[in-house]
């Protein structure tokens, strides 16, 4: 794979054969030219319809079709949408809460606050019934209103949730009827579960603040305890991209030569513009606000848990939803390319949408400095909160990365962790840790995962996002 | 030939996910050695227990039986074995139902029935299962190979 270096922290794959565009990599360091997920970067910029360049974040690495950390807006006139393109856990987003509590006064009670949040928010394997069924009237409400929905049944931080959410929580365009009865089937009793893998709910500490001006505008303090969770549509979401699949894959070549040549099955796309296009992206829309809804749940058992935990009361615990992002998903924005406005519609794929100050979409209280980017590391070491800049606007479509990206494979990871005790190992640095499934803890171990502080550290460098705060793991819960 | 658990089968590495393989004389060998690593990936290695018997309790999705699977879809071998392999994982994640054995009845590209019998998953003597949301067509494949036939897919977990 042919790269060039464009400087320190971005390489170029120039544009050749069937790509309508260049790729683009921002990188740690120079990018390995065997990686195949740089191939999947080539064969993103096949895409009909495909602006300006496929992108690629720091934490890239190998995908179906897109690769995980990839960007691409097209033209949704005569462009295409691809399910590869969000993934399959559809709006796997994450957010932060901040609370007015101090570490110290958490650390003591520690123990219990964590098994209260284990009891409480169901994790692992088939979790369901944090809440009673939904019914398909009960439903279809989810899908069209996301967060608003778990909100108005008294799920929240505080009252100005849906102002701090991406979207404010709900995609306008969703379309219940296109969310299929076997999708509705894994997803009617999985609202307010947290999932497994890689999704997590954590207790965290503000360890240390980059920006003060920054940090004062998000409410984050340094000693405050935070709570992060990050989880997605769970069953509902997977089956509306597997359908989505099945249904485009097959008839591809019937939009023209552009499609039939695309060099990957997985890139399975339609028009934006055609019936499978406006299908699946209803679905999706949909299976987001379902996403959306999950957290909120989530929010409102997970905040209630804290506070009876610690005998605190609500108002005393102080919490606040800083803000809440998708990593996966299609969305129509508006964007400036080569100075025209012009309306896309932007893939983000294991990417985060960073809008930079100014920006009328970032939430009223944030627009001065920008839209909080939200970038979880692993259970040992740390997360960040980053903003969104100008730069990102010109450069990556208002994107940035969104996690620390696998290093080692499950099986590596267990084999790595084949006669260690992850939990206690965790517990000697303070890090109490609790998981549904036994194998968990090995394979989501820190050495599992590249290390985020490089990965944001590259976005930094690069003027794509700004360092704020760092957030460091006291407590976590997983599947 | 009805294939019972176990059956031999792989695990193949992948850094965000898992790949599954296994081999056959016929396709239909490999197929069913696909399908029940599947169900031993979702066990855990742990045993896995009879249908339920009787009916479900209310709210609770019945389990395990013997099942005809007939799906339609996919341009070759791979992408229809895809789908089978899909059906086989909706009834996990819906009835956290495991295929213990398998009778492949036909598999050509485009088609394929299967006889599945299941077992109930059990969240003790499976805790160690993987949890696979999605089969994926990523690096699917469904070929000869060495006189015999080799297929593997990407899972997504």
């Known amino acids: 794979m042919k790269l060039h270096r464009i400087h320190d922290w971005l390489w170029e794959i120039p544009r050749e054969g069937g790509m309508k565009v260049p790729g683009r990599v921002y990188s740690d360091g120079p990018p390995a030219p065997d990686d195949p997920a740089l191939r999947q970067v080539a064969n993103v910029a096949h895409l009909p319809g495909i602006v300006k360049w496929s992108l690629a974040m720091p934490d890239i690495h190998w995908g ?21 393109g969000v993934g399959y856990d559809i709006n796997c987003g994450v957010r932060v809460i901040t609370t007015r509590l101090d570490a110290g006064e958490l650390r003591p009670r520690l123990r219990q606050a964590v098994a209260r949040l284990f009891h409480d928010v169901p994790t692992g394997v088939g979790s369901s ?39 404010g929580g709900a995609l306008a365009g969703a379309d219940p009827e296109a969310v299929s009865a076997r999708a509705r089937q894994r997803g009617a009793d999985q609202l307010g579960t947290l999932g497994s893998g890689n999704h997590f709910l954590e207790l965290d500490r503000v ?22 969770i990050h989880s997605g549509s769970r069953g509902l979401g997977y089956q509306v991209c597997d359908e989505s699949l099945a249904e485009l894959a097959p008839t591809m070549a019937r939009y023209g ?19 499978a296009g406006r299908r699946y992206l209803g679905a999706m829309q949909a299976a987001a606000n379902f996403a959306w809804a999950n957290r909120q749940v989530m929010t409102g058992l997970a905040v209630r848990a804290l506070g009876e935990a610690l005998g605190r009361s609500q108002r005393d615990l102080g919490a606040r939803l800083l803000y809440d992002v998708c990593h996966n998903v299609a969305k129509l924005e508006s964007h400036v390319v080569d100075g025209v406005p012009r309306r896309l519609l932007v893939h983000r794929k294991g990417a985060t949408r960073a809008f930079g100050p100014g920006d009328p979409r970032v939430p009223e209280a944030y627009r001065e400095v920008g839209q909080p980017v939200l970038v979880p590391g692993d259970m040992g070491r740390c997360s960040y909160v980053l903003v969104g800049t100008a730069r990102a606007m010109q450069e990556t479509f208002g994107s940035s990365c969104h996690g620390a990206g696998r290093l080692l494979s499950r099986h590596q990871a267990l084999k790595a962790a084949r006669g260690r005790s992850i939990d206690r190992e965790l517990a000697e640095r303070g890090i109490e840790v609790l998981s549904r499934g036994r194998k968990t803890l090995g394979e989501e171990m820190s050495e599992a995962y590249k290390d985020v502080s490089r990965v944001v550290g590259v976005m930094a460098a690069a003027g794509i996002s700004r360092l704020v705060a760092r957030l460091e793991p006291m407590g976590v819960i997983k599947g | ?68 699977i007939d ?33 492949v009845l036909s598999f050509a590209p485009g088609r394929a029935t ?38 593997q897919v990407i899972l997504d977990t």
Not at chain 1, 65 to 75: M, R, T
Not at chain 2, 34 to 50: E, F, Y
Request: aromatic share 6%; proline share 8%.
């Open chain 1, 64 to 84: 179906y079709g897109f690769p995980i950390g990839g960007v691409a807006a097209v033209d949704p006139e005569r462009g295409a949408v691809s399910p590869g």
């Open chain 1, 129 to 167: 019934h944090a809440i009673p069924r939904l019914s398909e009237a009960e439903l279809d409400a989810v899908l069209r209103k996301g967060a608003r929905w778990a909100v108005g049944r008294g799920f929240a931080a505080s009252g100005d949730d849906l102002a701090h959410c991406e979207e």
């Open chain 1, 207 to 228: 360890a240390e603040v980059y920006d003060e001006r920054v940090a004062a505008a998000f409410g984050l303090c340094a000693g405050e305890v935070a709570v992060q």
């Open chain 1, 257 to 275: 030569p552009d499609y039939a040549a695309l060099p990957d099955p997985q890139l399975a796309c339609a028009p934006v513009a055609s019936p």
């Open chain 2, 1 to 68: 030939m009805r294939y019972v658990l176990p059956q031999p089968w792989e695990e193949l590495p992948h850094t965000a996910d898992v790949g599954l393989a296994a081999s056959g004389a016929t396709p239909e060998e490999a197929l069913a050695r696909l399908v029940l690593g599947l169900g031993a990936m979702l066990a855990g290695g742990g045993g896995v227990g009879p249908a339920a018997a009787g009916r479900p309790a209310p709210g609770e999705a019945a389990a395990g039986g013997e099942a005809r």
């Open chain 2, 71 to 103: 799906v339609a879809g996919g341009a070759d071998l791979a992408q229809t074995a895809v789908t089978l392999l899909r059906e086989v994982l909706f009834r996990f994640a819906t009835g956290r139902e495991i295929p213990v054995a398998v009778e």
């Open chain 2, 114 to 151: 299967a006889d599945v019998t299941f077992g109930r998953w059990d969240p003790e003597r499976n805790a160690e299962g993987a949890d696979v949301k999605a089969v994926t067509y990523h690096a699917a494949r469904f070929e000869r190979e060495g006189g015999g036939w080799r297929a």
